[in-house]
């Protein structure tokens, strides 16, 4: 007998053939509770300034995606060793938007009525293997989809936090501001985001959307420090160790 879950077929009975992890969890600020995440959605060029830097043009037709399983994310203030099988490790600072309920072919305004909360997080990214795939129009998997590449932060209830506003979302490396922007820059807002997702997939609580990041990304190397900051929730902070 199969039961039936959204998207998934899980069998009711039998012996697992090995060891299979629980879902990875992200703690809720301030609480003793966590969230379990069971997907991870990202959008592609939703600050118009990190476009032009890529060297590509917003489209403004629709949001695109793409997407991390959950077994890439890393909690906050980890350690982590630079990834095999890339020279240009960069660091990519978003909002993230955790679901609450159930939503399926939503209205922005339905859609932010179902968030959750908010948290910082780091969408780390191979980029010589992502540039190297887009140039041949293949899938960014190798480049963004590996292990320990979604890092993120406590998150803050929505209900907590208030509008999203002019709040600013920064990352610095040893220090330095690398990167510096406005909520208010996004070409997608975040109910518009999780409206259109939603016309695709059946949205419900374990759904992360990392929401695209401001201009100014950048390279890594072992020995460096990120912290990653939005006003009004928890910062984001990950080191760089030397390759396993």
Known sequence: MIEKTIG?????????????????TVPVAGEDRVYPVHRIFC???????????????????????????????VASGSRIPYPPGTRDFHYEMELVAAIGRQLFRADPETAESALFGYACGLDMTRRDLQLAARAKGRPWDLGKDFERSAVVAPITRAAALGALGERRISLSVNGAVRQSARLADLVWSVPELVSHLSQFYHLGPGDLIFTGTPAGVGPVVPGDVLRGEIDGLVPVELAIGDPE
């Open 43 to 73: 959008v592609g060029r939703n600050y118009a300034e990190h476009a032009r830097e890529m060297g590509v043009e917003v489209d403004r037709e629709a949001p695109f995606y793409f997407t991390k399983s959950a077994l890439a994310l």
């Open 8 to 24: 998934a077929a899980v069998p009711a009975t039998g012996r697992r053939l090995f060891p299979s992890p629980d879902f990875p």
